[in-house]
């Protein structure tokens, strides 16, 4: 990396919007709402000549099918020269490209780059509901110049049969499987997870831009009811991340010397001090314990020893918080309790989840307390892959002593870790390690199990027993049961 001063890069000017309208025929695309808030992020430098001289544009993947997002807001911006990036759709890939823009301005092939994301997912969803059409274009063809991260994800035969088809799934496994580990009772651990919900919704409601602002206390979160099913026990829908959102957030990042040329005021600069990621993937199979990632614990703690900080000094913090596991697994990786909560923004339920670009919230709404706090130091930890893998960066209006930010990719650390053998295909004897229930709009619709053998192989099963779900649903705890698995199905013995 390069150790000039001229070509350190800073954080010049940020933005985020949500848009709430009572007609979505008012509704602005979500490349509407990315050039928006691209726009307002160089108002917000003081240099609104920033988007005619943008030398890259990355962009994650949302929910929008655009084929080079980045390209057409090139064009619409006036740097149609500008190289284009996608992040793959994870909720980790922020950081990783916020790692690769400072690699680029600070080895001097890049000056001016803009990161940007955004949703109108839920103005989308309510035209259709009405039958209605979609009054903007998302199926644009393109190919950007560059892709980071993974794009395919290839689920073994057994997570398939078994029911590990969704975050919600995999995410309530290792929700109860940490509820076991604190010896709590069903009962009891959906009394807490429901009082952290509520604690996040009062944060939520104190941010300007957040989705839910309305007070929700933690029976309502808690309880299954009109316009709060549960999904996948224990998870209710008001502990799930809320993608039906229209919310776009972006900021821009300059080299100094470029920072200086376009006036960018010396307070408005906020840099990275470090940043860490972990993005080797492995199987839920491998993992010794369901409630524990390594490559999470390594990436946090490795990311604080970069920054020369302990937890204890961290001023303001942000973990991902797609379901209440997340911020509890994010919150002990980096050496915190839940007291106050890890949030800046009130959590994907609360604030709003737009899928990949959550963290450009999460990133802006720390920037805005890091300016308002001069010289304070926060975390942003983010996560993807259905908890594999990781992302943390270190933020300060205070560039520190370091003349470049550490920047390190943990993942061939983590890779070399042991773990499980994966194997497939196991049947007979086992015990009951874990357990969730998806519930749709009409019911119960499957339980799945994961199993450990006497010899230590994680089995994945499901079971269709009404009598036994209803006995989960209500609390009934089987792990550490006796149980067989035939053909993909749990009995319990």
């Not at 892959?385 to 061939?412: C, K």
């Not at 994966?422 to 086992?430: K, S």
Request: hydrophobic fraction near 40%; charged fraction near 25%; charge should be negative.
């Amino acid at each position: 990396m390069s150790q000039e001063p001229n070509r350190r890069p800073a954080i010049v000017g940020i933005a985020q919007h949500t848009q709430k309208l009572d007609d979505p025929h008012l509704a602005l695309s979500p490349l509407d709402l990315m050039e928006k808030v691209i726009r307002a992020a160089a108002e917000d430098a003081g240099a609104p000549g920033l988007v005619g001289a943008l030398d890259a544009i990355y962009v994650p993947k949302g929910l929008w099918r655009y084929g080079d997002a980045g390209r057409l807001l090139a064009e619409r911006l006036g740097s149609p020269s500008a190289r284009t990036m996608l992040g793959a759709l994870s909720g980790h890939i922020v950081q990783v490209l916020v790692d690769r823009a400072w690699r680029e301005i600070e080895a001097g092939r890049a000056d001016v780059i803009a990161i940007v994301g955004g949703e109108s997912e839920n103005s989308r969803r309510r035209l259709q509901r009405r039958g209605l059409p979609i009054h903007w274009d998302d199926t644009t063809l393109g190919e950007p110049d560059e892709k980071i991260g993974r794009f395919d994800y290839v689920r073994m035969h057994e997570e398939e049969r078994a029911g590990m088809v969704n975050a919600t799934a995999m995410f309530g496994l290792c929700e109860t499987s940490l509820r076991r580990a604190r010896g709590e009772s069903p009962a009891a651990h959906r009394d807490r997870i429901a009082a952290l919900q509520e604690g996040m919704s009062r944060i939520a409601r104190a941010h300007s831009h957040a989705w839910i602002t309305e007070p929700v206390d933690a029976a309502s979160i808690r309880n299954p009811g009109p316009g709060n099913r549960m999904v996948s026990y224990p998870y209710t829908k008001l502990m799930t991340s809320n993608i039906s959102v229209d919310q776009s957030a972006a900021f821009i990042v300059c080299s100094s010397e470029a920072a200086a040329r376009f006036g960018v005021p010396a307070a408005n600069r906020i840099y990275l001090r470090a940043a860490t990621e972990m993005s080797y993937g492995t199987r839920l199979k491998e993992r010794d314990v369901l409630h524990h990632h390594p490559g999470q614990a390594l990436a946090a703690e490795r990311v604080l020893e970069l920054a020369s900080v302990s937890s204890g000094e961290l001023d303001h913090v942000d973990v991902y918080s797609c379901f209440p596991f997340a911020v509890q697994a994010g919150a002990a990786a980096l050496g915190l309790d839940l007291d106050p909560l890890p949030s800046v923004t009130g959590g994907m339920t609360f604030f709003g989840g737009p899928l990949g670009s959550y963290v450009m919230h999460s990133k802006v709404s720390l920037f805005e307390r890091l300016r308002a706090e001069p010289g304070s130091v926060g975390v942003v930890g983010s996560l993807g892959g259905h908890y594999a893998h990781f992302g943390y960066g270190v933020y300060s209006t205070d560039p520190g002593d370091s003349p470049s930010p550490r920047i390190e990719d943990v993942s061939a650390d983590f890779a070399a870790l042991p773990r499980r053998t994966a194997e497939e295909g196991r049947e007979g004897a086992v015990t009951i390690e874990s357990y969730t229930v998806d519930v749709g709009p009409d019911g119960p619709s499957k339980a799945t199990f994961s199993t450990l053998t006497d010899d230590g192989v994680r089995v994945f099963a499901r079971s269709h027993d009404p009598v036994l779900m209803k006995a989960l649903l209500a609390d009934e705890d089987v792990c550490g049961r006796a149980a067989r698995v035939e053909d993909g199905l749990v009995s319990l013995s």
